[in-house]
């Protein structure tokens, strides 16, 4: 085994993907130290602790790596500019306030063009980049420092698959994509990832490494939006149902028409892509069609009759996560809140105060408090609203009242007479004397691999 091989890696990030690959990394034998700005983050995972609240059902708990010594976390960014530190694996976010940013790529490749003292360096990038940032942002500022390509560092891409809201997928599972600027950095990480992932794939280099996931989460992207565009198109079918049982053919993935697409990288896949010059049309027309279907899907809630005071249920854009991060809800309350409604928001990861200073609206107890809406939107599927028993849902519910449940979570529940039970692109839902149009002809898709 080699100093690289031997040497303490480097992690710049302790969000989850930073934080799950240093933990995986040192159960499988590696030291590893997290860089991160965020002071009670560090002191947490110094203690032995989750060093975030956001993901209450990660299965993983990298305590004992920390009390034996091999995972450890600094602000002090000295630290990890030393001799001892080659190997640098980027973890970092790459949006910032819903859009696309490489501000903090570019603040760490400046860190180590600058401070760095080891030779050569490699660096491994396990964000979501655009491709054109790693000539734009890595070798212009390693550049710019008068270091050598190839010589002084090496540059990598191996960008993360997020499997951790799958409970039956691990990192092991997951296959890992590889690409990188020359032999020594692919072998470098070919050696890291095989310890830690079943499968490595080889890409050509480390531009096309990045275009993978770029690529992926367009699928994704486009693949949400010709659901949506379906339910719109054949009211007279419960899409949510035809999707389902597609879904059953082996090379089919299940996607459902709902209010919006949320998070940080599937609904930036258009923007990532849309770096590249022949396929900015394609970016700007996949933008129009994603606000008038959205809005259309939307405005079908007021189809079926006026609302008074409405319960959202779930300020999270996905389940069981307090990420909230361009979630659809966010619009939703929004528009109800203009139409006059009485809006209540309630999310059993956010406190009171949170749902309020994020939505503007008050929260309610759940489900107690349903008793008070005309109408309940149940946004994502939170293991609270999951296992709520359907005689206690009955009970706290008023009659009558129209239920929209945006991704089918209660679609098997039995309600009262008086409940008005509506799936988004279920039956019904879009009602056919609407002929509802997007104005714009159907996004070509296929099929996806969920991230």
Not at 91 to 106: H, N, Y
Not at 289 to 304: A, C, G, N, P, Y
Not at 395 to 400: G, I, W
Request: hydrophobic share 40%; charged share 25%.
């Amino acid at each position: 085994m080699n100093a690289i091989d031997d040497g303490e890696l480097c992690i710049w990030g302790l969000g989850l993907i930073g934080y799950s690959l240093a933990g995986v990394l040192a159960r499988a034998g590696r030291r590893c130290v997290v860089m991160d700005v965020d002071l009670e983050r560090v002191a947490r995972l110094n203690r032995g602790e989750r060093p975030f609240h956001h993901l209450p059902h990660l299965p993983d708990d990298f305590g004992p790596e920390v009390r034996r010594g091999a995972l450890r976390a600094t602000s002090d960014v000295n630290e990890v500019l030393t001799l001892d530190h080659s190997v640098h694996i980027v973890c970092v976010p790459t949006e910032s306030r819903g859009v696309i940013d490489p501000s903090a790529l570019t603040d760490v490749v400046t860190r180590l063009a600058e401070g760095a003292r080891a030779r050569p360096l490699y660096l491994i990038i396990e964000s979501t980049i655009a491709p054109v940032w790693l000539d734009s942002v890595v070798h212009r500022v390693f550049g710019d420092a008068g270091l050598q390509r190839g010589v002084d560092y090496h540059v990598g891409v191996s960008p993360r698959r997020d499997w951790l809201t799958d409970r039956e997928r691990t990192m092991a599972s997951t296959p890992k994509v590889i690409g990188g600027e020359s032999p020594e950095i692919v072998s470098l990480m070919r050696r890291m990832y095989e310890a830690v992932c079943d499968e490595v794939y080889e890409a050509p280099d480390a531009r096309h490494a990045a275009m993978v996931k770029v690529v992926e989460n367009y699928f994704r992207y486009r693949d949400i939006l010709m659901a949506c565009e379906l339910g719109v198109m054949l009211p007279d079918f419960d899409v949510a149902a035809v999707l389902r049982l597609a879904s059953t053919k082996w090379n089919m993935d299940l996607y459902h028409p709902s209010f919006g697409i949320g998070g940080y990288c599937v609904p930036l896949a258009k923007d990532y892509l849309g770096t590249e010059p022949g396929a900015r049309g394609a970016v700007t027309d996949s933008e129009r069609i994603e606000k008038d279907l959205f809005s259309t899907v939307r405005h079908m809630i007021w189809q079926h009759g006026t609302i008074g005071r409405a319960a959202v249920l779930g300020v999270a854009y996905a389940s069981d996560m307090k990420i909230h991060t361009r979630s659809p809800s966010l619009q939703l309350i929004r528009d109800l809140r203009e139409r006059g409604v009485e809006v209540y928001a309630h999310d059993p990861l956010y406190s009171a105060a949170e749902i309020q200073s994020i939505t503007g609206a008050p929260t309610l107890r759940f489900p107690e408090d349903l008793i008070r809406c005309d109408t309940v939107i149940l946004m994502v599927g939170h293991t609270d609203y999951l296992t709520l028993g359907d005689a206690k849902l009955r009970a706290s519910l008023p009659d009558p009242v129209r239920i929209f449940d945006n991704q089918g979570v209660w679609s098997r529940k039995e309600f009262g007479a008086g409940t008005h039970y509506l799936e988004v692109g279920g039956r019904n839902f879009f009602p056919q004397s609407e002929s509802p149009d997007t104005g714009s002809s159907p996004p070509a898709c296929g099929s996806a691999t969920p991230e």
